[in-house]
Structures are given as C-alpha cells and as structure tokens.
C-alpha cells in the first residue's frame, strides 16, 4: 500500500500539470516555443517532481549550494543594472512605453537563461559519465554538413556564400561550431594517452566548416576561449611540456585556417578575400596573386577578384557601432535596460542598426 501512494502521487502531480498545460495550450501555440524550449519545459518539470518525491535529489541539491549561492548572487547584481539602466529609461526616454511587451519579452528571457545556466550546472553534476556523450554529439553531429560540399545540394546549406546549416544562420552556426572546436583542444590538453590526438584530428576536419560559415565574432570567441584555456593549461601544469603543446594547438588552428581557405568554392574565398583580407592587405601585388588562387583559370572569377575593393573596412562594419556604444557607456554605465535599441539605438539615422553586442 504504501509503494501504490508514493508512485500514485507523482501520477496525480503529472495529471495536475498536464491540466495546466492544457490550459495554457493557446499561448504556447501563439507563443510557437522552439522545440529547445519545449524541452526544456519538459526536464524542468521532471527536475521538479524529482525533488518533491525523491529525498535523494534534494540532498544531492545542496550539494550546489555554493555554486547556486555565487552565481545567483552575480546574476542578481545583472538584474539590478538592468532595472537601474530601465528606470533611467523611463524618466529620459518617455517613447519606452511603445515597446512594454518587448521589454518583459527580454527580462523573460533572461529569467529563462538564468534557470538554463543553473540547470546545466546540475545536469553536470547530476549525470557526470554523461556529459562526455553529449560534449561527444555537439562535436560530430556537424559533420553531416560535409555534404554541403555536394554542388547540388548548396542552394539548402549554404547561403551568401556563407555555410548556413539546413536554412540556419552562419553566425549561429559558427558558434555551435567552435563548441565543437574547444571541445577537441580540451579533449587535446587533458587527454594524458595517444588518443589525445584525435582532438587534434579533429580540428583539421572541422576547420573548413568553421571557416565556411564565417563569422568573424565566433572567430574572436574562439581565439579568446583558447587564449583563456592556453592560460589556465599552463598555469595548472607549469611545465615546457604543456607550453609546447599550447603552441602546437596554435599551430593547429593557424594551418588548418590557411588550409581550409583552399577546400571552399571559389565565391567562398572570394567573399573571405573582400571581408578580411583585402582590407588588411590593399596591395596590387596580393590582389593579382589571389585573383590568381581563387579563380583557378576562371576568367570570369579572376576579373571579378581583380575588382574587388575592400568590402568591409571598421568604420563601415563595426567602428561605427562600437563608438556608439562607447559613448552612450560613458553616459549610462549601467545600460538602458532590456530592449533599449527600440527606443535608444547605438546607430541612429535613416535606418538604424542594433548593436550586435547589447553593450557588449
């Protein structure tokens, strides 16, 4: 009797829940939640009613204490600026009432990172053999992309000249990606037996895809995660071991770029070629010697590289941007609060631009 009351009261609490989902079914559809989302609902509820009916759970709990005492109280200090930077907004800044719904949209959604982070925390903890499975499917379930490579198939992958997953985005893509790229040099580092060069495998394979997708903030994301990664390694090994092994993983991801470049169709490289090379490079002679690389004896393609004038230089790109953002932090160091590029945006003018980085 008493085994049919403990397993009949999480059936009566799933019941109670279902009732309530069903309930609330007109927003969800309205809302059209992503199925990350609806995922996610899912184990939190199972999280919930694992601490409810299952004593063991809540004492493995507390054993996040600290970790949930540290980063609640970080992201607690997060909250307060956005509500300090939100009320600024208010009194400076009458026309935020235009945009009430966007602004609780993104204070939902930082509620939603927060229970994120705090539930990735306790996954890791919770299920630790398991992480090493699923650090596994972040980094090879990419490669399916490869048949991107299939000239038939491009008008689906690809997309601007940019690798854009199945009609994704190349800059979420990139970081995905580069996840898969940390993942391996870690995997590289901490691996004490000669498996530790598949990692090092790795990042040749994946490097055209990375490249491929282009996204230039996911390239500095990835060059800062390895600049951090290089620094702790060494600092925890103190050793001319691990700094050779640091400069053999930069060497890596150096030669595996330049290498990358010459898999990617010719519009590709071009696109690179206009984006970053070009501006850095201006020279005649570079211009002629890559127009040379990328067309391969397609003379349509060598006279469209010979054209090419920088397409992308700071000021037209992000130099823009960033002084703006950098004057408006000097006037209000603490933001605008959620959604303040509606009423405030950094770019002003005709048509103006959000900020990729909201105050960075």
Request: aromatic share 18%.
């Amino acid at each position: 009797m008493r085994d049919i009351r403990g397993n009949a009261l999480p059936i009566l609490f799933t019941f109670a829940v279902a009732t309530l989902i069903w309930r609330a079914g007109n927003i969800l559809i309205t809302g059209m939640p992503k199925p990350f989302e609806i995922l996610l609902f899912i184990y939190v509820y199972v999280f919930l009613l694992q601490l409810l009916f299952f004593p063991k759970e809540r004492s493995l709990l507390k054993k996040l204490k600290p970790i949930a005492v540290f980063y609640g109280l970080l992201f607690a200090a997060f909250i307060l600026f956005a509500v300090i930077g939100h009320t600024s907004s208010i009194y400076s800044f009458p026309e935020w009432g235009t945009y009430r719904a966007e602004v609780f949209l993104e204070y939902a959604r930082i509620g939603f990172v927060f229970v994120l982070f705090f539930l990735s925390a306790y996954i890791t903890y919770r299920y630790r053999e398991s992480v090493r499975w699923v650090l596994g499917a972040i980094a090879f379930s990419p490669f399916v992309l490869f048949i991107a490579f299939i000239p038939q198939l491009q008008q689906t992958f690809v997309k601007g000249e940019r690798l854009i997953g199945v009609r994704n985005d190349p800059n979420y893509l990139a970081t995905f990606l580069a996840i898969g790229l940390i993942v391996a040099a870690v995997y590289f580092l901490y691996t004490k037996s000669n498996n530790r060069w598949l990692g090092v495998g790795y990042i040749v394979i994946a490097s055209p895809l990375f490249l491929w997708a282009y996204s230039r903030a996911a390239f500095l994301s990835l060059a800062v995660a390895l600049t951090i990664l290089a620094l702790v390694y060494i600092f925890r090994e103190r050793s001319l071991k691990s700094a050779s092994f640091i400069a053999l993983l930069g060497a890596v991801f150096v030669c595996s770029s330049m290498a990358s470049f010459f898999v990617l169709p010719s519009s590709s490289q071009l696109l690179i070629y206009r984006r970053s090379i070009a501006p850095v490079f201006p020279s005649q002679e570079l211009r002629v010697s890559m127009a040379g690389l990328i067309s391969q004896g397609n003379k349509r393609v060598y006279a469209a590289a010979m054209k090419v004038s920088p397409a992308d230089t700071f000021n037209v790109s992000r130099g823009r941007l960033w002084k703006g953002a950098f004057s408006k932090t000097l006037h209000a160091p603490l933001g605008f609060g959620p959604a303040y590029h509606n009423w405030n945006p950094v770019d002003g003018g005709e048509k103006p631009q959000s900020p990729h980085n909201l105050f960075f």
